[in-house]
C-alpha cells in the first residue's frame, strides 16, 4: 500500500497480549498500517467521537470483565463512524452466538474466534478493507454528484433554481382562467412527509380536478434521456452531469402525488365530509417543468402515471393544461372540499 492508502487499524481488547499478537500479525502482512490500541470501551468511544473518520478497521473484543460489551457499543460507534469496518474477536463464541448473528450486516462486517489463526485473520482483514474502500468510493461519487447539482442549482444568493420556480410561478398567476387567485393562492416549497412540493395550485371551474402538484427541474441546456420507469440521464455538452444512480425523478414525482393524495383523504375524512361517491373526491394532475432550453424529447413515457405530464415552460399555457385535465375522468369538487384542503393541508 502506498502512503495515499495508507489504512489505521484499531484494535480493542483488554488482553495486552491479544493485542500486540495480532498487531504483530497485521504488520506481517501490511507493510504500511498504522495500528492503535485500546484496552476498554470507553477509550476506543471517546477516541472515536474527537475522530470519526481516522479509524478503517475496528478489530474488537466483546467481553471486557465487566461494564459494557463489545455489542453494547456498536449502536454508538456507528452512530459516531457510519462507514467503519467493525471485526468481531471473541473466545466467547459460545455465550453470545447469537448475538453475534443478530448484528451480522448491520454493525459487523466479521467475526473471528479466539485464538485466530493468522490465515483466517488476515483474510477477513483484507475483506474488510476492500469493503471500505468501496464504500469510501461511492460517498465520494455521490459528494461529486451533489456538488454539481449544486452548482447547478445554487447561483448567487438566490439560486437560478429558484429563479425558475419564480416563472412558474408568475405564469401560474397568469392564467386567470385556469387558476383561482384569491384567497386560494398557489402555494410554494411545501413539506409533507418529507417530500418537498414546489408549486401546489387550485382550479377553477369547469376544469375537473382541484390540485396541481409541480415537481419543477432546472437543467438548463441539457439533454434528458431514458424510461420514466429507470433513473434518467442529464447530460449537458456531450458530458453526464448526473448520475444514473441518481433517483428516478418520475419516482420521486409519484411518490409525492401519493403523499398528497392520503393527506386530502385524511382531511376529508376528519372534516366529516362524508360523501364517498368518486366525482366528489379531488385527485392531482401532476406537471413536471423543465426550462425551455431542456430537450426533452428523448425521455421514454410510455408507461406514465396518467395523471404525470412532462413539459417545457413554453408548454405551459392553459390550452395544454385544460387539455390535459380533461383528458382525466371529469370530476365535481365543491367549494367546501376546496376550503377544507387549502385550510389543511399547508
Same mark, same amino acid.
Given at each position: 500500500?502506498?502512503?495515499?492508502?495508507?489504512?489505521?487499524?484499531?484494535?480493542?481488547?483488554?488482553?495486552?497480549?491479544?493485542?500486540?499478537?495480532?498487531?504483530?500479525?497485521?504488520?506481517?502482512?501490511?507493510?504500511?498500517?498504522?495500528?492503535?490500541?485500546?484496552?476498554?470501551?470507553?477509550?476506543?468511544?471517546?477516541?472515536?467521537?474527537?475522530?470519526?473518520?481516522?479509524?478503517?478497521?475496528?478489530?474488537?473484543?466483546?467481553?471486557?470483565?465487566?461494564?459494557?460489551?463489545?455489542?453494547?457499543?456498536?449502536?454508538?460507534?456507528?452512530?459516531?463512524?457510519?462507514?467503519?469496518?467493525?471485526?468481531?474477536?471473541?473466545?466467547?463464541?459460545?455465550?453470545?452466538?447469537?448475538?453475534?448473528?443478530?448484528?451480522?450486516?448491520?454493525?459487523?462486517?466479521?467475526?473471528?474466534?479466539?485464538? @485466530?489463526?493468522? =490465515?483466517?485473520? !488476515?483474510?477477513?482483514?483484507? &475483506?474488510?478493507?476492500? *469493503?471500505?474502500?468501496? #464504500?469510501?468510493?461511492?460517498?465520494?461519487?455521490?459528494?461529486?454528484?451533489?456538488?454539481?447539482?449544486?452548482?447547478?442549482?445554487?447561483?448567487?444568493?438566490?439560486?437560478?433554481?429558484?429563479?425558475?420556480?419564480?416563472?412558474?410561478?408568475?405564469?401560474?398567476?397568469?392564467?386567470?382562467?385556469?387558476?383561482?387567485?384569491?384567497?386560494?393562492?398557489?402555494?410554494?416549497?411545501?413539506?409533507?412527509?418529507?417530500?418537498?412540493?414546489?408549486?401546489?395550485?387550485?382550479?377553477?371551474?369547469?376544469?375537473?380536478?382541484?390540485?396541481?402538484?409541480?415537481?419543477?427541474?432546472?437543467?438548463?441546456? @441539457?439533454?434528458? =434521456?431514458?424510461? !420514466?420507469?429507470?433513473?434518467? &440521464?442529464?447530460?449537458? *455538452?456531450?458530458?453526464? #452531469?448526473?448520475?444514473?444512480?441518481?433517483?428516478?425523478?418520475?419516482?420521486?414525482?409519484?411518490?409525492?402525488?401519493?403523499?398528497?393524495?392520503?393527506?386530502?383523504?385524511?382531511?376529508?375524512?376528519?372534516?366529516?365530509?362524508?360523501?364517498?361517491?368518486?366525482?366528489?373526491?379531488?385527485?392531482?394532475?401532476?406537471?413536471?417543468?423543465?426550462?425551455?432550453?431542456?430537450?426533452?424529447?428523448?425521455?421514454?413515457?410510455?408507461?406514465?402515471?396518467?395523471?404525470?405530464?412532462?413539459?417545457?415552460?413554453?408548454?405551459?399555457?392553459?390550452?395544454?393544461?385544460?387539455?390535459?385535465?380533461?383528458?382525466?375522468?371529469?370530476?365535481?369538487?365543491?367549494?367546501?372540499?376546496?376550503?377544507?384542503?387549502?385550510?389543511?393541508?399547508?
Amino acid at each position: 500500500m502506498t502512503e495515499h492508502h495508507k489504512k489505521t487499524i484499531a484494535i480493542t481488547d483488554d488482553d495486552s497480549s491479544v493485542r500486540m499478537s495480532v498487531e504483530r500479525t497485521i504488520k506481517k502482512h501490511f507493510q504500511n498500517v498504522e495500528i492503535l490500541q485500546f484496552t476498554n470501551t470507553i477509550e476506543i468511544k471517546k477516541f472515536l467521537l474527537d475522530n470519526p473518520n481516522k479509524i478503517d478497521l475496528l478489530i474488537l473484543d466483546i467481553y471486557f470483565g465487566f461494564g459494557e460489551t463489545g455489542i453494547d457499543i456498536l449502536p454508538t460507534i456507528k452512530k459516531f463512524s457510519p462507514n467503519l469496518q467493525i471485526i468481531l474477536l471473541s473466545a466467547m463464541e459460545k455465550n453470545y452466538g447469537q448475538k453475534i448473528t443478530d448484528i451480522a450486516g448491520e454493525y459487523i462486517i466479521d467475526f473471528v474466534s479466539k485464538p @485466530a489463526t493468522e =490465515t483466517e485473520l !488476515i483474510i477477513k482483514i483484507k &475483506k474488510a478493507l476492500t *469493503n471500505k474502500d468501496s #464504500k469510501t468510493k461511492i460517498i465520494e461519487e455521490l459528494q461529486k454528484e451533489n456538488n454539481l447539482l449544486t452548482e447547478i442549482l445554487d447561483i448567487e444568493d438566490k439560486g437560478v433554481g429558484k429563479l425558475f420556480e419564480d416563472e412558474v410561478q408568475n405564469k401560474l398567476k397568469s392564467m386567470t382562467k385556469v387558476f383561482m387567485q384569491y384567497p386560494l393562492e398557489p402555494k410554494v416549497n411545501i413539506i409533507i412527509n418529507g417530500q418537498e412540493i414546489d408549486v401546489i395550485a387550485f382550479t377553477t371551474t369547469p376544469l375537473p380536478f382541484t390540485i396541481m402538484l409541480f415537481e419543477v427541474k432546472y437543467f438548463p441546456n @441539457a439533454r434528458i =434521456t431514458g424510461s !420514466i420507469n429507470d433513473p434518467m &440521464k442529464i447530460i449537458i *455538452n456531450n458530458i453526464e #452531469k448526473v448520475s444514473t444512480k441518481r433517483r428516478n425523478i418520475f419516482e420521486q414525482s409519484e411518490n409525492q402525488f401519493k403523499q398528497v393524495s392520503k393527506r386530502i383523504e385524511k382531511i376529508l375524512y376528519d372534516s366529516n365530509y362524508t360523501k364517498k361517491e368518486e366525482k366528489f373526491r379531488p385527485f392531482i394532475q401532476n406537471f413536471i417543468v423543465f426550462t425551455d432550453t431542456t430537450d426533452i424529447s428523448q425521455i421514454q413515457i410510455t408507461n406514465a402515471n396518467k395523471y404525470t405530464k412532462i413539459c417545457t415552460l413554453k408548454d405551459l399555457t392553459q390550452d395544454f393544461i385544460i387539455k390535459t385535465a380533461f383528458s382525466t375522468p371529469k370530476r365535481t369538487v365543491e367549494e367546501k372540499v376546496k376550503t377544507l384542503i387549502l385550510k389543511n393541508l399547508f
